[in-house]
Nanobody, 120 residues
Framework: VQLQAFGGGLVQPGGSLMISCAAS????????MGWYRQAPGKRRELVAV???????NYAESVKGRFTISRDNAKNTVYLQMSNLKPEDTAVYYC???????????????WGQGTEVTVSS
């Protein structure tokens, strides 16, 4: 099972960008799916998380600007980012709680990260 992130890039302040992350492999179910970010010289922090039932939680710094969503049929999580600020510049990592086919336990899986740079 692997997670692959897509969609990072360079965007101007005030702009918008959507990133996505798809899980593939022998998956039975995916519980929480989330996005974290790590800026240079800083610790990785939670950005947003969505449960399998669609409940969402956001970091205070992104509330009202970012929206997390998921497509369970595609095992994909999205992060729509609007009104981007230079302080949103970071590598964004997806994370999912995976249950594999034939297994009875859940584990946490990380994607490879996608870089988002907000700069004029």
């Amino acid at each position: 099972v692997q997670l692959q992130a897509f969609g990072g890039g360079l965007v101007q302040p005030g702009g918008s960008l959507m990133i996505s992350c798809a899980a593939s492999g022998s998956i039975f179910s995916i519980n929480d799916m989330g996005w974290y970010r790590q800026a240079p010289g800083k610790r990785r922090e939670l950005v947003a998380v969505i449960t399998s039932g669609g409940r969402r939680n956001y970091a205070e710094s992104v509330k009202g600007r970012f929206t997390i969503s998921r497509d369970n049929a595609k095992n994909t999580v999205y992060l729509q980012m609007s009104n981007l600020k230079p302080e949103d510049t970071a590598v964004y990592y997806c994370n999912s709680a995976i249950v594999e086919l034939g297994k009875s336990y859940e584990y946490s899986l990380w994607g490879q990260g996608t870089e988002v740079t907000v700069s004029s």
